[in-house]
């Protein structure tokens, strides 16, 4: 039987950050993972921006986020020998004349910190992009190619044993009388760990969460005319890959969603990549991928309320590429050193819903770790 400190389920960018993290610590992990090809990590552009959304708000922590995850990144490209990391501006255009009263007027302040040093709403000169009222010029942010990355530490898993591919099968796992858990009678684990993404809402020790489900789609374009020295976002980001190759997103559907991608985020996007630029463009692929969002926009990390030794690590939304890595760090000194997690994120603003949960199907809830 195979003995390891930690098997988690899934790997995401949820699941590669946290195995890193337990891994460097000395730990023995088994990761189990059903590759899917529309899941969010490896169909998003890994944009990681400080300065985000319609309201032109500072991301949350991102002071502490950010340096986190650039020094992830950049070990990861160290060891992979492979460049997945693209620190560049992000130009965030004004799309209308309020909004540029709006954001100007709150920019003495400066609420942006070091991220937006100049908040004039004056930008360079980006040839072929509509910017006459202007914006602002985002700095410390970037890029990482996820799917890249993802599949790079999948062939390094698969090669070193500590990475299997296998749809994990919850019924399975039983409580080990000597402690920690057993699947299918050859994984012995310690601790057990759901970065299951989406895929979460179907897990019975945290079905009570209030994880859903989130489709967005994104385009694959070409417009060799762009300059590519710059991420750009007015409504849709439009991410250079190089060689005049463009990643353009994304959409937000809440359920119901049909599968696979649509002719109405197809048009959707195109027409957000029109108002950003006049130049000629050409759509060569689109793809759909599915976030395991939390309404609050916050993450859902910690311990189940009655089972100890199962933990939850996800629910990142379209900010995981950012908060990961970081985030990994806490959850491994919450499980390691019992250090306590950001109440922002720990799943524990959410036991009366267990509570609730569990009164309905008529079984008590015993105290335990939180």
Not at 68 to 74: I, N, P, S, T
Not at 85 to 92: D, G, N, Y
Not at 111 to 135: H, I, K, N, S
Not at 332 to 360: H, K
Request: charged residues 20%.
């Amino acid at each position: 039987m195979m003995r390891v400190d930690y098997l988690l389920i899934g790997y995401g960018i949820a699941g590669a950050a946290l195995a890193a993290e337990l891994r460097a610590r000395g730990r023995q992990v088994l990761v189990l993972d059903q590759p899917q090809p529309n899941s969010a990590s490896r169909v998003a552009a890994g944009l990681m921006n400080p300065v985000a959304g319609k309201r032109f708000a500072l991301a949350w922590r991102a002071s502490e986020l950010l340096p986190a995850a650039l020094a992830f990144y950049r070990e990861q490209e160290e060891r992979l020998r492979v460049p997945i990391l693209r620190e560049m501006p992000i130009v965030k255009l004004f799309s209308s004349p309020q909004e540029q009263n709006d954001v100007l007027a709150r920019s003495a302040d400066r609420p942006w910190q070091e991220f937006v040093p100049d908040a004039t709403g004056e930008l360079p000169a980006l040839p072929g992009v509509e910017q006459r009222m202007g914006g602002l010029l985002i700095r410390g942010g970037g890029y990482v190619l996820v799917e890249e990355l993802i599949t790079r530490l999948t062939a390094l898993g698969l090669r070193e044993g500590w990475l299997q591919h296998e749809t994990f099968d919850w019924s399975r796992l039983v409580a080990d009388p000597a402690g920690g858990f057993r699947y299918d009678e050859r994984v012995q684990a310690r601790h057990v760990i759901s970065c299951e993404g989406a895929a979460a809402v179907r897990n019975p020790y945290f079905s009570w969460l209030p994880l859903t489900p989130n489709q967005g789609e994104v385009l694959d374009v070409e417009c060799p005319e762009l300059p590519e020295g710059a991420v750009l976002n007015k409504g849709a980001y439009v991410v250079p890959l190089g060689s005049g190759q463009l990643r353009v997103g994304a959409t937000y559907r809440w359920p119901p969603f049909a599968e696979g991608t649509t002719a109405e985020a197809r048009a959707e996007l195109g027409q957000r990549l029109q108002a950003i630029t006049g130049l000629p463009f050409q759509v060569t692929g689109q793809r759909a991928g599915v976030r395991p969002a939390v309404r609050d926009r916050k993450p859902l990390v910690g311990t189940h309320p009655n089972t100890p030794g199962v933990h939850i690590f996800n629910g990142f939304g379209s900010k995981g590429v950012m908060m990961a890595p970081r985030l990994a760090q806490l959850m491994a000194d919450w499980l390691e050193n019992d250090v306590e997690l950001w109440p922002e994120i720990n799943i524990r603003r959410y036991f009366s819903l267990f509570i609730a949960a569990s009164a309905a199907a008529g079984s008590s809830v015993p105290a335990s770790r939180s």
